[in-house]
């Protein structure tokens, strides 16, 4: 036995971890069983339990000595343990190779094989000797780091089956929403919000101030705003709507609420007037869809369960798509996050355009070396602003980075054919230098970003730029190591992967397989930094267990999806501010981390 490879030890109890049976006399515990436990949570090794007993005893007897905080994932029932012993591992994340079983029964050893073939295992008179050989590993986790993250892992995964549906986690979150009527006094919010929502603004009117302004004050149009909080935050202001002549002029909604049905719950509460939506939204709504019940349900709030944790004077760039916004919108502190999420253009030339690109990697990996000659050129198109190259990521001190790669296996790539510029837009098989397909961009039977093409438009791009298609995977990864290799010294590079499970309702050919594309970049990006110092990959397919776990693409999940993400986001942030308080022994200024309880201004690119 290679006890080097050991991460996960899994106990039988009686006559095992103690001698007796609990259920029939007195037990006692083993002394050297309770001193390889503590050896191994010192050596970085995890403890878990399987045993037919019942539950509540034996917990009690562990607590009793003081040992019940060393294991986790315990297996304690009735069933046979074969198929107990590969679902603990398989909800731990690991793999059967790295897993010891001990039991003084030869026969529940061959179970656990049987199911698991490749697991260790072992009876109770190898105890002594594994206590020799892990004591020599030259590996140490005096502060149990190891043996915490599988707690949190384990409080995550409890939550999770305790929540079975989107909607149980919608039911229990609490979800109060409140409409206004003072459109006036707070126009320019409102007008703000006209212009950068975009996946769930339904009618994409973008109005000059002047004629915003004039419609608040029509007394034939019915304007309203909607304000949201739950019991993990106060979301502010989250909606808008005007009615005039039984229609809807305006009718859209923060993404930071998307999953929540607040959608069609403001559209019935305001009459189901007619709409007629315009391009894509993420949400569908009208007369015949399933009223969301559970907003504004008569339940007291109910503070969350998260304590608060500190940091010193640490700053968090989030730089993503809707991933990332999603995520966002569950933690909470004004002071410590710079955020960089697809926004929508203000800028005359690209006015109510989405601009995507600049979180894909290539633009991120140009934002380090472009003029402003050269950003000036690229503003010429309709596709693109002076805003889309921010290079916050490189000049500004962050303790951690996160980025996502959703955008790199969709956005085609375009370089300016006498300057080398590049930018990204669009998705990759629809190419703007295609004069055949010009015609559905004009039209919009196409994704266009909320851009009005006109054939000119299209000309200038294909006279002056060359369609590169999408990146490779291995592209993305060398793209990424370039940015790891420019941040700040000290930043912790977080990257998002893609999600590989397959979301079987998707109708768009640009993502069709694209579960396979994420295995493809995912797998590159794995291969990339593969045990780099201050790199994390963060993995979503851990995140998502069922069809149940996507809203309505294979990049859109439910919303307890990301509260299960910003739970481990919150763990890992603390876990670095920590660290960096310890660099600066006590100079910083503490600050709080939590979810969201209450409403915060976030900066975002553009207000």
Not at 200 to 212: D, G, H, S, Y
Not at 228 to 251: L, M, R
Not at 531 to 550: C, G, P, Q, R, W
Not at 581 to 588: E, L, M, N
């Amino acid at each position: 036995m290679d006890v080097s490879k050991i991460k996960l030890i899994i106990w039988d109890l009686d006559d095992t971890f103690w001698t007796g049976t609990i259920s029939e006399q007195t037990v006692a515990p083993r002394k050297e069983a309770c001193d390889l436990v503590l050896m191994c949570a010192k050596k970085g090794i995890v403890n878990s339990i399987c045993s037919k007993n019942d539950k509540e005893p034996c917990i009690e007897k562990l607590r009793e000595w003081d040992m019940d905080k060393y294991f986790v994932f315990s297996s304690i029932n009735w069933q046979p343990k074969g198929q107990r012993i590969k679902d603990t591992i398989a909800a731990m994340n690991l793999r059967a190779p790295n897993v010891l079983f001990i039991d003084d029964n030869p026969q529940n050893l061959e179970e656990a094989k049987y199911f698991s073939p490749e697991i260790m295992t072992a009876l109770p008179d190898k105890i002594g000797e594994l206590y020799k050989e892990i004591s020599r590993l030259d590996k140490e986790d005096k502060g149990f780091k190891r043996l915490e993250s599988y707690k949190v892992l384990e409080k995550k995964n409890r939550i999770k089956e305790s929540m079975s549906s989107n909607e149980e986690f919608l039911r229990q979150s609490n979800i109060k929403v409140e409409f206004h009527t003072d459109c006036l006094e707070n126009a320019e919010r409102l007008h703000e919000l006209t212009m950068r929502a975009n996946q769930l603004n339904f009618t994409k009117a973008r109005p000059a101030r002047e004629e915003f302004d004039a419609l608040l004050a029509d007394k034939g149009a019915d304007c309203g705003y909607v304000t949201a909080h739950d019991k993990y935050g106060d979301y502010g202001v989250v909606g808008f709507y005007a009615v005039k002549d039984g229609k809807a002029v305006h009718f859209l909604f923060s993404c930071r609420t998307l999953g929540m049905g607040l959608e069609q719950y403001t559209y019935e509460h305001i009459g189901s007037p007619e709409l007629n939506i315009v391009g894509d939204v993420s949400v569908k709504i009208g007369k015949t869809e399933p009223s969301p019940d559970w907003i504004n349900q008569n339940k007291s709030d109910d503070d969350n369960e998260f304590k608060k944790i500190d940091n010193a004077d640490f700053k968090v760039l989030m730089k993503g798509p809707c991933d990332l916004n999603q995520i966002f919108s569950f933690i909470k502190n004004e002071d410590m996050f710079d955020c960089e999420f697809t926004y929508v253009s203000r800028e005359k030339q690209s006015l109510g355009v989405s601009i995507e690109g600049m979180n894909h990697t290539e633009q991120i990996k140009e934002a380090f070396s472009i003029t402003e000659n050269e950003k000036s050129a690229l503003c010429d198109l309709p596709v693109c602003d002076s805003a889309m190259f921010p290079d916050n990521i490189y000049k500004n001190k962050y303790g951690m980075v996160f980025v996502s790669i959703l955008t790199d296996p969709n956005l085609g790539l375009y370089r300016k054919k006498d300057g080398g510029e590049i930018f990204a837009f669009g998705e990759y098989i629809y190419p703007l230098t295609d004069e055949a397909i010009w015609d559905k961009y004009i039209k919009k039977e196409v994704y266009t970003a909320n851009c009005n093409f006109k054939k000119d438009d299209l000309q200038k791009i294909k006279n002056e730029y060359e369609f590169l298609g999408r990146l490779t995977p291995e592209q993305t990864a060398e793209n990424l190591r370039f940015i790891y290799e420019h941040l700040q010294p000290e930043t912790e590079l977080v990257i998002l992967l893609g999600c590989e499970r397959e979301y079987k309702d998707n109708v768009l050919e640009a993502w069709n397989d694209r579960h396979n594309d994420h295995k493809k970049w995912n797998a590159a990006v794995r291969k990339e930094f593969e045990n780099e110092k201050n790199v994390t990959l963060f993995d979503v397919n851990e995140y998502i267990a069922s069809d149940d776990d996507f809203n309505d693409s294979i990049n859109h999940y439910k919303k307890r999806v990301y509260y299960l993400m910003a739970l481990k986001f919150t763990e890992m942030i603390n876990s670095k501010a920590k660290r960096d308080i310890a660099h600066k022994a006590g100079k910083g200024k503490l600050a709080l981390l939590t979810l969201k309880q209450r409403i915060k201004k976030i900066i975002k690119p553009h207000g």
